[in-house]
């Protein structure tokens, strides 16, 4: 059975740093597609990184490179996402989700290509 659990979300002041995790079960990281989302209030879910199975390739959406680092870690079968510098604008709920299937890169951000997801954790970046 494939799970997926995030943690690490809070409240972070604008500049600071937050390392999010989500532990996976059920499948190994080198077998699957894992990608981190978020959904902000009033706002579509949208693609944050990606990390692909087959090559360890990894995407961001514009908004968060430099800032924004996405990790895994085989032996805990955990993958990460470190937030700095983060903005007011970072505020939502961030999720993984993961895939058998490694979609096309331009297709990496979109929720219709994972079948399996977390429950989400909440990050507000707040003064």
């Known amino acids: 059975q494939v799970q997926l659990v995030e943690s690490g979300g809070g409240l972070v002041q604008p500049g600071g740093s937050l390392r999010l995790s989500c532990v996976v079960s059920g499948f190994t990281l080198d077998s699957h597609a894992v990608a981190w989302f978020r959904q902000a209030p009033g706002k579509e879910r949208e693609g944050v990184a990606c990390?692909?199975?087959?090559?360890?390739?990894?995407y961001y959406r514009d908004s968060v490179k430099g800032r924004f680092t996405a990790s895994r870690d085989f032996a805990k079968s955990t993958v990460y996402l470190q937030l700095n510098r983060v903005k007011p604008e970072d505020t939502a709920v961030y999720y993984c989700?993961?895939?058998?299937?490694?979609?096309?890169?331009?297709?990496?951000?979109?929720?219709?290509?994972?079948?399996?997801w977390g429950q989400g954790t909440q990050v507000t970046v707040s003064p």
């Open positions: 990390i692909y199975s087959s090559d360890g390739s990894i």
């Open positions: 989700a993961a895939d058998v299937i490694v979609p096309p890169e331009r297709y990496w951000g979109s929720v219709g290509q994972y079948k399996y």
